[in-house]
């Protein structure tokens, strides 16, 4: 565990180590304030229904430039917690919640917040690669055409840095014009990774990005997430704990909707505090 | 325990899905085998119309009831051989046969029907002749003399039939001529001095009338009317000349008659030509009913005016469907709240579908033609009230009438596809910063198109059969023109017009020679099949190549 540990690459980057575990600890106590977006959870409830309650006072603060993974078992929440970072929860008739989520700073629930704006600034990869049927050029800039862009050399170079930030360039740049449907699993996640950071968020949201994949792939994804800290801040859903473990910085245990325990990997992974994470992560529950 | 698997072991389960297999694959069968027994029908019997058979001359046996005007010979076409019920007192039954003999004018009676038994002997004469003429269908004769100005041209000269061919190539030249400056140049005109008048009327309703402007109205018109006394005197001339060439013939029943030279349109010898010139004569009547204009109550001559009108018809129609169907199933689907109220309106759209089309005709006749065609009668051409403008049955509204009726399909079939374009790519436009507009516009719509073009087909292919409404809102027997020509604005949404449903109906039940109609009902049908047909495939063609665009193996 420790050769594969995953806050050496971000050290430089990154407040030092001590800063972000003692967060960590502190949990629900106020985290010293930082320069960047992050996300604070506060007493955070989410029901579907009036009668199905999914989140129980979730509280967390998710620091910037790190990855975070979100791991429990299925139906634990973690998923839910992760679409309200950019109110992709909103498409549901019917959903109520309690508590606040802020952005930096700014409350996402506030009825005078352009939803748009804020989607514009957390990029997202869902669990199954969702290319649009256009060319795989437009699919790079999507968010770019409906923000209205129209200059071509912007446009050129984006699809440019964000085909290379998803580590893509080279295998596609000989056919940026052809549909993107044509692209492999892997290559078709990892255009959606290109997609999402074409807008230069602040925040990517990722569900699971690796679950359709094979292992080749998914050595290729985790390897860019590693390589995305750097300049966004990462939160990932996994149920693969070796991937979390491989790829976080702080992971948070989820079981039953409630945040059971959140802490730096390596702690979680080799001396967890509640009985549950342990349970759960030496595989005897889940 | 035990007996459980005895069971397991000794008793075979039957193979219980084969039964279903055959029972309904038998279903879909009779299904498969009335559709092509319906479409052998009326592709034989629309078809072998244009085919020029062999024209038989029958002998007849003394006292025959068959005899037409006491002559024992008749010749005519076969067009149906069919089995009779004899009196009570004979019993048994008899073949007869319908044979097509022409000559209206002569005997009052296109058809008549011969027992086999009063046929004494048949014959195929050579010499016998086939003629198309402008008026009482066609003659059957055999040719005597052409009574030319220049001189008389016996049967028996060597270069008669060169004569025949070239006067009648004559007189069609000649009708195409009348036809030109009649319709044509007359027809401008009259439009012409119309318009003139009414400008007069405008300017008075408005109290601009002055003398000046009245003689200057005055002015224009009696040039007008000098340009078309003019004409008149051209055509009238050419109507002499039509006139001035006899065509002498022998009846088959004895008799000579005579025709104008212009009356005659086309002949051939039935008898003589050989499979390759009845091969290309079936052809080209095949097109002259396809481009030309219906002559003697819509029962000779084309249709080109009702394919026409079918066809624009169809057309305005699906210009109008679409937009209004998409939006609203855009709203249903995408923008309004699922719940009670929505179900409610869903159920009623489909209900709607199922509302007979009287009473959408019904209700274009009020609404659209009354109402709305009233109001814009009196608002923009108050000069020509009381003749109705918009405020009379046409095209524009039968097109509408026709959209209102079809909406439900395409609002259902647009929904379908709508509810298909999956979650995965909504979620992914709407992480990606679109608005729901932009979403719906760039990633739903798109990838919704074949399912929106599957119910612009239903639609068609629904609008294009419907009669009924139609009759109600702009549909006439005979319209004198083309919703297009050339006369500006070109397009005329108020014309009424002709259509291939309506003809079918005017031509069976509406027709006064119904046995001659007959055919022209079972090719018009086929016209009518053949264009709903075209009209579908292009619509499929065209969803098949948007589909391979948008297909995805992601969503």
Known sequence: ?286 | MSLFSRHSHHKVEPASGEPMVWFSGMWLGIGLLMIVTLLGVIVKNGLSIFWPSRVMQVELVDGSAAAIQGSKTVAGEVRKIQEKRLQAEKGGTAREKQLFVGNRDAYGFGFRYIDEADIASITYPEDLILAERVEYGDLVGYPVALKLPKGEVRAEAPDFLDRLSAVIAEGNARRHEIESIEKDQIGKINQRMGALRLSERKAELEGKLTEDLRTEIAADLAELQRRYEILAGKAAALRAEQKAGLFVYRLPTGGEREIAIGDLMQYYHPNRIGFFERAGHFCSEIWHFLTREPREANTEGGVFPAIFGTFVMTLLMSIAVVPFGVIAAIYLREYSKQGPVVRAVRIAVNNLAGVPSIVFGVFGLGFFVYFLGGSIDSLFFPERLPTPTYGTGGILWASLTLALMTVPVVIVSTEEALAAVSRGAREASLAAGASKWQTIQRIVLPASVPGIITGLVLAMARGAGEVAPLMLVGVVKLAPTLPLDTVAPFIHLERKFMHLGFHIYDLGFQSPDSEAAKPMVFATTLLLIGLVVTLNAAAILLREKLRRKYASSAF
């Open chain 1, 1 to 286: 565990m420790e050769e594969i540990h995953p806050t050496q690459d971000s050290d430089p980057m990154t407040q030092p180590s001590s800063t972000v575990s003692s967060a960590a600890d502190a949990g629900a106590s106020d985290p010293p304030a930082r320069k960047k977006d992050y996300i604070q959870v506060r007493d955070f409830c989410f029901n579907y229904t009036p009668a199905v309650r999914v989140l129980h006072h979730i509280t967390m603060d998710i620091p910037e430039n790190e990855v975070t993974a979100f791991i429990g078992p299925s139906g634990c929440g973690k998923t839910t917690l992760l679409r309200n970072f950019n109110r992709m929860n909103d498409l549901i008739d019917g959903i109520s919640h309690e508590g606040t989520i802020t952005v930096n700073g700014q409350d996402i629930f506030d009825p005078n917040l352009e939803v748009i704006s804020l989607r514009k600034r957390i990029g997202m990869v869902f669990q199954k690669s969702n290319p649009f049927p256009k060319s795989i050029y437009e699919n790079v800039i999507y968010s770019l055409r409906v923000a209205g862009q129209r200059n071509k050399e912007i446009l050129d170079e984006v699809v440019e840095e964000s085909l290379k930030g998803a580590a893509l360039w080279d295998e596609v740049k000989d056919r940026l014009h052809q549909s993107a449907l044509g692209l492999s699993g892997g290559q078709m996640q990892r255009l959606c990774i290109a997609r999402a950071i074409a807008n230069q968020p602040h925040i990517l949201l990722m569900d699971e990005p690796c679950s359709a994949l094979d292992p080749i792939a998914t050595a290729k994804v985790e390897e860019l997430i590693m390589e995305l800290k750097k300049q966004f801040t990462v939160v990932i859903v996994t149920h693969n704990m070796q991937q979390a473990a491989r790829i976080s910085d702080r992971t948070a245990y989820f079981y039953l909707g409630k945040l059971i325990e959140m802490d730096a990997t390596l702690k979680i992974f080799n001396n967890p505090v509640k009985k549950e994470t342990e349970d759960y992560i030496s595989g005897r529950l889940g």
